[in-house]
């Protein structure tokens, strides 16, 4: 299995990282053995590093799928929005208790927009800190889709692991371009700080361009490892061949880029408007009494999903 060191810390994790989103009920809803499988059959093929959330609710799959297998042997990054101390102990306990372990290797604030943000969520990060110091937690870090939550990072040495944004187009980046946000992670480099990049494919409008994607991300030389949401074995081999065995696997390739994925809204949608207010990438309107999306704007992330009480939208 090719392991890499996370920036300074001593964790070691595979150049692919296993993005969990795709499998929960906010995207593909896969039954639980059949997200556990998955889990396994990526690690079988050296992927030892799964990203989660607190939000995600998946903690079962990653128990199951990593059921029998060593606990030094594989990693777990997993976020929280918690903004205080009740609430970053919580999610904690949560994560502990669900994925039955007894420690986290890498624990997020989740979502940072900027300095101001950290700043607003300093007293949960600081628990989490505290957390480190006793065993709890291997390391502590941010993820972000904004330029300016890299900046803000930058300023903080206890923040050592950053989770961003990061693909060709600039896809999903609401407060600058690419350039920016390469020129801002080269300083998170030259700060030793671990870098495992977001969205390769840009929520999917990269899919047909899969191969040329990846590739862009990984010739930056900045991060250590690359964060990709899949679904299905096929997923997995494709990715791991370019990402972990530097091959083109042309037919893979060529069936994979024909994947479409989208975000659908279901008919009976009421309209509160809550996934609205949600989406970070203004690709959500309300139009005759229903949401809407554009989809020109939207990454998939599938975070709407998650306020939406009745599951009236999902990512398929």
């Known amino acids: 299995?090719?392991?890499?060191?996370?920036?300074?810390?001593?964790?070691?994790?595979?150049?692919?990282?296993f993005g969990s989103l795709t499998i929960t009920p906010?995207?593909?809803?896969l039954p639980v053995d059949r997200g556990a499988y998955l889990i396994r059959y990526a690690f079988d093929k050296g992927v030892n590093f799964i990203d989660t959330a607190q939000l995600y609710n998946n903690y079962e799959y990653l128990?199951?799928?990593f059921k029998g297998v060593p606990r030094q042997d594989y990693v777990i990054a997993t976020k929280t929005y918690a903004w205080n101390k009740e609430l970053a102990k919580k999610a904690l306990e949560e994560a502990l208790i669900g994925l039955n372990t007894d420690y986290i290797d890498i624990f997020l604030l989740h979502e940072q927009e900027s300095e101001l943000t950290i700043k607003g969520h300093y007293e949960a990060l600081e628990f989490l800190i505290h957390a480190k110091e006793k065993g709890y937690i291997r390391a502590v870090g941010l993820s972000t889709h904004r330029i300016a939550g890299v900046i803000g990072a930058n300023k903080y040495p206890e923040i050592e692991i950053l989770h961003p944004i990061l693909n060709k187009n600039g896809l999903g980046i609401p407060d600058g371009n690419i350039t920016e946000m390469i020129e801002n992670l080269k300083i998170s480099k030259s700060l030793e700080k671990g870098i495992y990049s977001m969205k390769p494919l840009g929520g999917g409008h990269l899919i047909s361009e899969v191969g040329e994607a990846i590739q862009f991300v990984k010739n930056l030389n900045l991060v250590d490892s690359i964060a990709i949401g899949v679904q299905s074995e096929e997923e997995i081999d494709c990715?791991?061949?370019?990402i972990i065995n530097n091959q083109v696997p042309v037919s893979k390739l060529e069936k994979l880029s024909n994947?479409?994925?989208?975000?659908?809204?279901?008919?009976?949608c009421i309209g509160c408007g809550k996934c609205v207010e949600r989406c970070d990438q203004n690709a959500l309107s309300l139009k005759d009494g229903k949401a809407n999306v554009n989809r020109e704007k939207c990454v998939l992330c599938g975070y709407c999903a998650t306020v939406c009480e009745d599951f009236y939208i999902k990512v398929v």
């Open 1 to 17: 299995m090719k392991l890499v060191n996370l920036g300074k810390t001593d964790i070691k994790v595979s150049p692919m990282c």
């Open 63 to 65: 128990q199951k799928g």
């Open 259 to 268: 994947r479409k994925r989208r975000l659908i809204i279901e008919d009976y």
């Open 26 to 29: 906010f995207q593909s809803n």
């Open 239 to 242: 990715n791991v061949d370019i």
